[in-house]
């Protein structure tokens, strides 16, 4: 009875760890910047999964062979990055949705502005 009460206390805390241990991927935006430099010819590193020759550009991953990376193009994941580095944001955008690109005239005003000018009765 108590093994089990623990593993329920426990669980948040577990999948909270193992959400800073994940490793990341790269972002939209960085793999962006690497689609838009032209493709560089890479010699053979043995480090890499087959020796960096099978490379998914658009979702910045090795592969061992040929097949996999076929594979890979075909499966969901790879459909569903690809659609969304199609809507890249520029810069003005991503400001502009945040909100700090856009002077709607009442950041510069003060508190008395409003009262005179009959915004706030």
């Excluded at 800073?20 to 590193?45: C, G, H, R, V, Y």
């Excluded at 099978?54 to 890979?72: G, I, N, P, W």
Aim: glycine share 4%; with cysteine; charged share 35%.
């Amino acid at each position: 009875m108590g093994t089990v009460r623990a593993r329920k206390r426990n669980r948040h805390r577990d999948v909270k760890r193992s959400s800073k241990t994940k490793a990341f991927k790269k972002d939209l935006d960085q793999i962006s910047e690497i689609l838009n430099m032209p493709e560089q010819i890479q010699e053979l590193d043995p480090d890499l999964p087959g020796l960096g020759q099978f490379k998914c550009r658009e979702c910045d991953v090795y592969y061992t062979c040929q097949r996999d990376l076929d594979s890979h193009s075909k499966s969901k994941v790879h459909k569903r990055r690809v659609k969304e580095l199609k809507h890249t944001y520029t810069m003005e955008e991503s400001l502009a949705a945040a909100g700090m690109g856009v002077d709607n005239g009442l950041s510069s005003w003060s508190a008395s502005d409003f009262y005179s000018k009959n915004i706030i009765s």
